[in-house]
């Protein structure tokens, strides 16, 4: 992206919280993307404000620290390990990489991820091998987990709830997100 001109990095998507309080459809626009190496990488305030300010009414946004972590966050445990450690409210794989990206070509970067599992709400055990690693879902590795586990049903409905909000909101927000106005 950026060889073919990029003026802007965006990190657009999905986000464990790990803030109490924060609820499963919540927009995160990081004002900052904090690593485990303590590095942290400042998003763009004035891109991120155009974009706040022209969203939708009542879309719930939490302006704060979002971690990037180089694993699936599973457990509530492990996600309050991550509030405390960092004072990050919530969590991803994918924009560490790139804000890195956005520090090295010195171009503006936005972050805006939507929570589907709040803090509290931990992803069963065999969530792993019903997702590939590119977060795609495996039909196969979840109809297995669930043969072994049949219990893992209701906390996949649950994340199934949260992956509805959390994908109205996203819908809600990409006309804003894509208007050219709103872009550096």
Same mark, same amino acid.
């Given at each position: 992206?950026?060889?073919?001109?990029?003026?802007?990095?965006?990190?657009?998507?999905?986000?464990?919280?790990?803030?109490?309080?924060?609820?499963?459809?919540?927009?995160?626009?990081?004002?900052?993307?904090?690593?485990?190496?303590?590095?942290?990488?400042?998003?763009? *305030? #004035?891109?991120?404000?155009?974009? %706040?300010?022209? $969203?939708?009414? =009542? !879309?719930? +946004?939490?302006?704060?620290?979002?971690?990037?972590?180089?694993?699936?966050?599973?457990?509530?445990?492990?996600?309050?390990?991550?509030?405390?450690?960092?004072?990050?409210?919530?969590?991803?794989?994918?924009?560490?990489?790139?804000? *890195? #990206?956005?520090?090295?070509?010195? %171009?503006?970067? $936005?972050?805006? =991820? !939507?929570? +589907?599992?709040?803090?509290?709400?931990?992803?069963?055990?065999?969530?792993?091998?019903?997702?590939?690693?590119?977060?795609?879902?495996?039909?196969?590795?979840?109809?297995?987990?669930?043969?072994?586990?049949?219990?893992?049903?209701?906390?996949?409905?649950?994340?199934?709830?949260?992956?509805?909000?959390?994908?109205?909101?996203?819908?809600?927000?990409?006309?804003?997100?894509?208007?050219?106005?709103?872009?550096?």
């Amino acid at each position: 992206m950026v060889a073919q001109g990029a003026a802007g990095l965006l990190s657009w998507g999905l986000a464990g919280g790990i803030e109490p309080g924060i609820t499963s459809g919540t927009l995160i626009a990081a004002d900052q993307v904090m690593l485990a190496s303590s590095t942290a990488y400042r998003t763009d *305030r #004035a891109w991120r404000q155009r974009v %706040l300010s022209a $969203l939708p009414p =009542r !879309v719930a +946004v939490v302006e704060a620290p979002l971690f990037a972590s180089e694993g699936i966050v599973a457990t509530a445990a492990d996600k309050a390990s991550l509030l405390h450690r960092y004072a990050a409210v919530a969590v991803d794989m994918e924009s560490g990489g790139i804000a *890195r #990206a956005a520090s090295r070509y010195g %171009l503006p970067l $936005l972050v805006l =991820r !939507v929570v +589907v599992d709040p803090v509290d709400m931990a992803l069963p055990p065999a969530f792993a091998d019903a997702v590939d690693s590119g977060g795609a879902l495996r039909p196969f590795g979840l109809i297995n987990g669930l043969m072994r586990q049949p219990a893992m049903l209701w906390p996949l409905l649950q994340l199934a709830y949260g992956a509805r909000a959390a994908g109205s909101t996203l819908r809600r927000i990409a006309p804003v997100v894509m208007d050219s106005r709103t872009w550096p």
